[in-house]
């Protein structure tokens, strides 16, 4: 907790660290970090599954990593995790930060609550592909629950490769409007879309022609409750 609650607010992570722990900028007033080659590990998830280290730091919106480092990168200041030099799991998103967010195809996960409470306004895919593999095959696409919860300003959301809608997954999105999926989808999961779309109209979920046989699951009465 070297940093909880102060009043730091741009800061450049020496080169030679390796670990930040949990909480370490805590409720301080950062608002941009530049992060080394060195650094491997940035604590831990919290039991929502959001990163600890940047925990209540509403006031970020600027990340920045070393080029050459093998287990992190920053698009766009949003924060991802390599596995084998490869980017796969986005596990930041700055709270302060509003943007049309363009992912990576080659990302398979999206954390729990990462962009939850966020200004974020648009979510898709490069080329609408994910989890896309070196030999150009794409497997699945994991998001942890309440991924976009509370997000007020979220309007559009494509998600290629889900097969699960996870639960809390758009609660609170009352601006959301269109929400893209393929035919993978399995499952939707209890309060999915609960107090979604209040506001806007009616919500366009799509699902892409394909496999009119899959077998769809909703779980929960209240998956698309206002």
Excluded: H, M, W
């Excluded at 609650?5 to 530049?34: C, H, W």
């Excluded at 600890?52 to 990593?65: A, E, G, M, Q, R």
């Excluded at 806007?200 to 409750?225: C, H, M, Q, R």
């Amino acid at each position: 907790n070297a940093f909880e609650a102060t009043g730091i607010k741009d800061f450049t992570v020496p080169e030679g660290v390796v670990y930040l722990g949990d909480y370490a900028f805590k409720g301080s007033k950062l608002a941009s970090i530049s992060l080394p080659e060195s650094l491997t590990t940035l604590g831990s998830f919290d039991g929502s599954g959001k990163l600890t280290v940047f925990d209540s730091c509403t006031s970020l919106n600027t990340i920045t990593v070393a080029e050459n480092n093998t287990s992190l990168a920053a698009i766009d200041s949003i924060l991802y995790l390599k596995e084998d030099g490869v980017v796969r799991t986005l596990c930041y998103y700055p709270q302060n930060k509003s943007a049309e967010v363009t992912i990576p195809s080659t990302v398979n996960n999206i954390a729990e609550g990462v962009f939850s409470k966020s200004k974020v306004t648009k979510v898709s895919f490069i080329d609408g592909k994910s989890a896309l593999n070196t030999d150009g095959t794409e497997g699945d696409l994991t998001v942890g629950k309440s991924a976009f919860e509370g997000c007020t300003n979220l309007t559009t959301v494509s998600l290629p490769n889900l097969v699960t809608v996870p639960s809390r997954l758009f609660y609170g999105c009352k601006a959301l409007t269109s929400f893209e999926v393929d035919n993978k989808v399995t499952t939707i999961e209890g309060a999915a879309f609960y107090q979604a779309d209040q506001t806007k109209g009616t919500l366009a979920l799509t699902f892409e022609e394909g496999n009119d046989s899959n077998p769809l699951t909703i779980v929960g009465s209240a998956a698309y409750s206002n």
